[in-house]
């Protein structure tokens, strides 16, 4: 079983930056593929990054790319979503994801593990 544990949300103005962190444990770290969604209120979960088990691939979904950027350092079972020129529409809660596959997919069903999520606000 994976437990997957983010922080690093909170409230930041329209234009400000938020790094968020992902600490995993109960699995090797490199065995997993990771991604963060996010959830906004009456809407579903959305895929907005993902990384590779060696972190040599990445994907992103066009709301995000170029304004945030996924990476993972894995001798300290920790996955980071830098997010720059945060907007409005990019408030949610954001999730955790892992899985064990070699690819990097970008939905909700390639996940089999979540963790409990973390709240960004952004202030207009």
């Known amino acids: 079983q994976v437990q997957l544990v983010e922080s690093g949300g909170g409230l930041v103005q329209a234009g400000g930056s938020l790094r968020l962190s992902c600490v995993a444990s109960g699995r090797t770290f490199s065995d997993l593929a990771m991604a963060w969604f996010r959830q906004a209120p009456g809407k579903d979960r959305e895929f907005v990054a993902a990384?590779?088990?060696?972190?040599?691939?990445?994907s992103y979904s066009d709301s995000v790319k170029g304004r945030c950027t996924i990476s993972r350092h894995n001798a300290k079972n920790t996955v980071y979503l830098q997010m720059n020129s945060l907007k409005p529409e990019d408030a949610a809660v954001y999730y955790c994801?892992?899985?064990?596959?070699?690819?990097?997919?970008?939905?909700?069903?390639?996940?089999?593990?979540w963790g409990q999520g973390t709240q960004v606000t952004v202030s207009s």
């Open positions: 994801a892992a899985t064990l596959t070699r690819t990097v997919p970008g939905t909700t069903a390639g996940y089999a593990y």
């Open positions: 990384i590779s088990m060696s972190g040599a691939i990445t």
